[in-house]
């Protein structure tokens, strides 16, 4: 099983960074046979910006972007996404979701057209959530941000697509913990991430 890891953050030495890391030596911990690989989108300098390209191929008048081609190529050859990123304004990045738009494109994530609608094309693809915040759980449950930002991405984003969220998971109170609480966390999730996978499938 091969797992893409997307990570979020212009901060090499973040806790961000340190989480995706961790993942990735959970998932290597976890089957001799498993792999992933991590897409640094602030390293690899990747641009989030949604261009007159960008839409030439979404109306379908123009190829897809090479930068946007290589990245949904990494996505095929992966059994399951995972997305780590800090919470900004109770969302993701603009980094992050400047990825997904340019590359969950019409044609790839999905197919859209006045006959047939909309089509989910990326059924087979599962994901995981890993979401750092720095605000308490209270907060998250008192002003409503969990149905919010599970309404934005999980349904919102993936769920249109057709792809599973498997996982969602929200470490808390980053700026105030101790880190290893959060790199062990992330250790953990990366060690059962393809086990929940097979489980969600055979639910």
Known sequence: MHALIVVAHPDPKSLTQNIAAHL?????????????EIA??????FDPRFTL??????????????????EQARIDR???????YPVYWWSMPGLLKGWIDRVFSNGWAYDESAEAGSVKKLRHLKVHLVAIGGA???????????????????????????????????????DRQDPAIHLDAARAIGRNLFTASREFEAA
């Open 24 to 36: 990735g030596e959970g998932i290597a911990l976890s089957d001799a046979g498993n792999s992933f």
């Open 40 to 45: 640094d989108l602030a390293g690899e300098a």
């Open 53 to 70: 390209a960008d839409h030439a191929a979404h109306r379908r008048q123009a190829p897809t972007p090479a930068d946007v081609a290589a």
């Open 78 to 84: 992966a059994d399951t996404l995972v997305l780590v």
């Open 136 to 174: 308490d759980t209270r907060t998250y449950a008192r002003h409503g941000y969990f149905g919010a930002m599970k309404t934005q991405i999980d349904h919102g984003i993936f769920d249109y697509c057709g792809a599973r969220v498997v996982t969602s998971e929200l470490l808390f109170e980053s």
